[in-house]
Protein backbone atom coordinates (compact mmCIF):
# COMPACT_ATOMS: atom_id res chain seq x y z
CA UNK A 1 0.00 0.00 0.00
CA UNK A 2 0.96 3.38 -0.81
CA UNK A 3 1.88 5.49 1.94
CA UNK A 4 2.82 9.34 1.72
CA UNK A 5 4.50 10.55 5.23
CA UNK A 6 5.24 14.44 5.60
CA UNK A 7 7.37 15.76 8.52
CA UNK A 8 7.43 17.74 10.34
CA UNK A 9 3.47 17.40 10.68
CA UNK A 10 3.56 21.28 12.82
CA UNK A 11 6.38 24.16 12.29
CA UNK A 12 6.28 27.32 14.18
CA UNK A 13 8.58 29.61 12.53
CA UNK A 14 10.23 33.19 12.59
CA UNK A 15 9.81 35.50 10.02
CA UNK A 16 13.05 35.46 8.15
CA UNK A 17 13.95 32.59 8.40
CA UNK A 18 14.62 29.47 6.33
CA UNK A 19 13.22 25.92 6.86
CA UNK A 20 12.35 22.36 4.90
CA UNK A 21 9.37 20.39 4.58
CA UNK A 22 10.11 16.58 3.34
CA UNK A 23 7.89 14.46 1.64
CA UNK A 24 8.84 10.25 1.66
CA UNK A 25 6.74 8.13 -0.27
CA UNK A 26 6.90 4.02 0.07
CA UNK A 27 6.54 3.10 -3.40
CA UNK A 28 7.49 4.27 -6.79
CA UNK A 29 6.00 6.79 -8.42
CA UNK A 30 7.10 9.19 -10.46
CA UNK A 31 4.70 12.47 -10.29
CA UNK A 32 4.32 14.66 -6.95
CA UNK A 33 2.21 17.22 -6.34
CA UNK A 34 2.18 20.38 -3.29
CA UNK A 35 -0.37 21.51 -2.28
CA UNK A 36 -1.62 24.38 -0.05
CA UNK A 37 -4.70 24.48 1.98
CA UNK A 38 -5.63 27.75 4.31
CA UNK A 39 -8.63 27.40 7.37
CA UNK A 40 -11.26 26.39 5.98
CA UNK A 41 -10.95 26.55 2.34
CA UNK A 42 -9.78 24.26 -0.71
CA UNK A 43 -6.57 23.06 -1.97
CA UNK A 44 -4.50 25.10 -4.14
CA UNK A 45 -1.90 23.90 -6.24
CA UNK A 46 1.46 25.18 -5.77
CA UNK A 47 3.78 22.66 -7.83
CA UNK A 48 3.61 19.31 -9.90
CA UNK A 49 7.09 17.32 -9.61
CA UNK A 50 6.94 15.29 -12.98
CA UNK A 51 10.49 13.93 -12.93
CA UNK A 52 13.99 13.08 -11.58
CA UNK A 53 15.81 15.98 -10.13
CA UNK A 54 12.32 18.30 -10.80
CA UNK A 55 13.24 21.37 -9.40
CA UNK A 56 10.81 24.21 -9.04
CA UNK A 57 10.45 27.46 -7.51
CA UNK A 58 8.05 30.17 -7.00
CA UNK A 59 8.66 33.02 -4.49
CA UNK A 60 9.54 32.18 -1.13
CA UNK A 61 9.20 28.21 -1.83
CA UNK A 62 11.45 25.70 -3.51
CA UNK A 63 10.21 22.42 -4.35
CA UNK A 64 12.54 19.40 -5.43
CA UNK A 65 12.20 15.67 -6.03
CA UNK A 66 14.44 12.69 -5.93
CA UNK A 67 12.85 9.72 -6.92
CA UNK A 68 15.20 7.37 -6.50
CA UNK A 69 15.43 7.99 -2.44
CA UNK A 70 11.19 8.95 -2.42
CA UNK A 71 11.78 12.18 -1.23
CA UNK A 72 10.37 15.77 -2.53
CA UNK A 73 11.29 18.54 -0.49
CA UNK A 74 9.24 22.08 -0.15
CA UNK A 75 12.13 24.41 1.02
CA UNK A 76 10.75 27.76 2.36
CA UNK A 77 12.93 30.99 2.06
CA UNK A 78 13.05 33.87 4.12
CA UNK A 79 9.64 33.19 5.69
CA UNK A 80 6.84 35.58 5.73
CA UNK A 81 3.50 35.52 8.01
CA UNK A 82 1.64 34.70 4.32
CA UNK A 83 2.66 31.83 4.21
CA UNK A 84 1.26 30.04 7.25
CA UNK A 85 -1.24 27.49 5.95
CA UNK A 86 -0.84 23.45 5.70
CA UNK A 87 0.79 21.84 3.13
CA UNK A 88 0.59 18.72 1.51
CA UNK A 89 2.37 16.46 -0.17
CA UNK A 90 0.34 14.26 -2.75
CA UNK A 91 1.60 11.16 -5.32
CA UNK A 92 0.06 8.95 -7.87
CA UNK A 93 -1.82 10.46 -10.48
CA UNK A 94 -4.46 8.35 -10.60
CA UNK A 95 -5.70 8.69 -7.40
CA UNK A 96 -3.88 10.76 -5.32
CA UNK A 97 -2.35 9.68 -1.70
CA UNK A 98 -1.93 12.59 0.66
CA UNK A 99 0.53 12.73 3.19
CA UNK A 100 -1.35 14.28 6.72
CA UNK A 101 -0.45 17.93 6.22
CA UNK A 102 2.45 20.31 7.49
CA UNK A 103 0.75 23.24 9.90
CA UNK A 104 3.34 26.15 9.20
CA UNK A 105 2.57 29.09 11.80
CA UNK A 106 5.13 31.92 10.71
CA UNK A 107 5.48 34.60 13.51
CA UNK A 108 6.63 37.77 13.74
CA UNK B 1 -16.28 28.94 -17.28
CA UNK B 2 -13.35 28.06 -15.73
CA UNK B 3 -12.37 26.64 -12.30
CA UNK B 4 -14.36 24.18 -10.51
CA UNK B 5 -17.70 24.85 -8.35
CA UNK B 6 -18.95 23.31 -5.86
CA UNK B 7 -22.58 22.67 -4.33
CA UNK B 8 -23.38 23.32 -1.85
CA UNK B 9 -20.97 24.84 0.84
CA UNK B 10 -22.76 23.51 4.07
CA UNK B 11 -24.94 21.13 4.58
CA UNK B 12 -26.22 19.60 7.91
CA UNK B 13 -27.88 16.28 7.65
CA UNK B 14 -29.30 14.24 10.11
CA UNK B 15 -27.77 10.73 10.64
CA UNK B 16 -29.26 7.97 8.04
CA UNK B 17 -30.26 10.36 5.65
CA UNK B 18 -29.37 10.45 2.27
CA UNK B 19 -27.52 13.96 0.31
CA UNK B 20 -25.87 14.76 -2.74
CA UNK B 21 -23.34 16.85 -3.45
CA UNK B 22 -22.51 18.21 -6.82
CA UNK B 23 -18.86 19.54 -8.79
CA UNK B 24 -18.91 21.16 -12.09
CA UNK B 25 -15.64 20.46 -13.92
CA UNK B 26 -12.94 23.21 -15.28
CA UNK B 27 -13.92 23.51 -19.02
CA UNK B 28 -11.66 21.02 -21.22
CA UNK B 29 -11.09 18.81 -17.75
CA UNK B 30 -12.80 15.38 -18.47
CA UNK B 31 -11.90 13.57 -14.99
CA UNK B 32 -13.17 14.01 -11.90
CA UNK B 33 -11.88 12.93 -8.44
CA UNK B 34 -14.08 12.84 -5.13
CA UNK B 35 -11.85 13.40 -2.00
CA UNK B 36 -13.23 13.31 2.10
CA UNK B 37 -11.20 15.21 4.29
CA UNK B 38 -11.75 14.79 7.86
CA UNK B 39 -10.89 17.72 10.34
CA UNK B 40 -6.96 18.03 10.50
CA UNK B 41 -6.49 14.99 8.31
CA UNK B 42 -5.05 14.82 4.62
CA UNK B 43 -7.59 14.11 2.34
CA UNK B 44 -8.52 10.47 1.39
CA UNK B 45 -9.79 9.14 -2.14
CA UNK B 46 -13.52 8.19 -2.42
CA UNK B 47 -13.06 7.63 -6.38
CA UNK B 48 -12.38 8.96 -9.71
CA UNK B 49 -14.86 9.55 -13.09
CA UNK B 50 -13.31 9.30 -17.14
CA UNK B 51 -15.49 9.85 -19.33
CA UNK B 52 -18.88 8.83 -17.23
CA UNK B 53 -16.84 5.78 -15.94
CA UNK B 54 -15.52 4.82 -13.11
CA UNK B 55 -11.98 4.94 -13.26
CA UNK B 56 -10.58 3.77 -9.66
CA UNK B 57 -12.32 3.81 -5.82
CA UNK B 58 -10.66 4.39 -2.90
CA UNK B 59 -11.64 2.32 0.38
CA UNK B 60 -14.80 4.14 1.18
CA UNK B 61 -18.15 1.17 1.03
CA UNK B 62 -20.83 1.35 -1.19
CA UNK B 63 -23.13 3.53 0.04
CA UNK B 64 -20.51 6.26 -1.47
CA UNK B 65 -21.36 6.82 -5.15
CA UNK B 66 -20.80 8.91 -8.04
CA UNK B 67 -21.89 9.80 -11.32
CA UNK B 68 -20.10 11.79 -14.13
CA UNK B 69 -22.75 13.59 -16.81
CA UNK B 70 -21.70 14.06 -20.85
CA UNK B 71 -20.69 17.61 -19.82
CA UNK B 72 -18.52 16.35 -17.15
CA UNK B 73 -20.50 17.30 -13.98
CA UNK B 74 -20.37 15.27 -11.75
CA UNK B 75 -22.34 14.62 -8.01
CA UNK B 76 -21.34 12.85 -5.04
CA UNK B 77 -24.35 10.75 -3.21
CA UNK B 78 -23.89 8.89 -0.01
CA UNK B 79 -26.30 6.85 1.40
CA UNK B 80 -27.32 6.44 5.41
CA UNK B 81 -25.17 8.94 6.55
CA UNK B 82 -23.26 8.30 9.57
CA UNK B 83 -21.78 10.82 12.00
CA UNK B 84 -18.26 10.20 10.84
CA UNK B 85 -19.02 11.12 7.15
CA UNK B 86 -19.14 14.62 8.79
CA UNK B 87 -15.94 15.81 6.48
CA UNK B 88 -15.45 18.42 3.75
CA UNK B 89 -16.00 16.77 0.68
CA UNK B 90 -13.71 18.24 -2.54
CA UNK B 91 -13.93 17.28 -6.09
CA UNK B 92 -10.99 17.97 -8.23
CA UNK B 93 -11.07 18.00 -12.19
CA UNK B 94 -7.99 17.25 -14.52
CA UNK B 95 -6.93 16.41 -17.87
CA UNK B 96 -4.22 13.97 -18.96
CA UNK B 97 -2.82 16.56 -21.27
CA UNK B 98 -2.28 18.94 -18.63
CA UNK B 99 0.73 16.90 -16.49
CA UNK B 100 -1.95 15.27 -14.67
CA UNK B 101 -2.50 18.75 -12.38
CA UNK B 102 -5.59 18.78 -10.13
CA UNK B 103 -7.89 21.74 -9.77
CA UNK B 104 -9.77 21.84 -6.61
CA UNK B 105 -12.70 23.11 -5.77
CA UNK B 106 -14.03 24.52 -2.76
CA UNK B 107 -15.46 22.06 -1.35
CA UNK B 108 -18.89 21.18 1.00
CA UNK B 109 -18.66 20.59 4.27
CA UNK B 110 -21.07 18.12 5.57
CA UNK B 111 -21.88 17.79 9.06
CA UNK B 112 -23.89 14.48 10.39
CA UNK B 113 -25.88 15.34 13.33
Known amino acids: ?108 | ETGVTQSPTHLIKTRGQQVTLRCSSQSGHNTVSWYQQALGQGPQFIFQYYREEENGRGNFPPRFSGLQFPNYSSELNVNALELDDSALYLCASSSPGEGYGYTFGSGTRLTVV
Open chain 1, 1 to 108: ELKVEQNPLFLSMQEGKNYTIYCNYSTTSDRLYWYRQDPGKSLESLFVLLSNGAVKQEGRLMASLDTKARLSTLHITAAVHDLSATYFCAVDPRKLIWGLGTSLAVNP
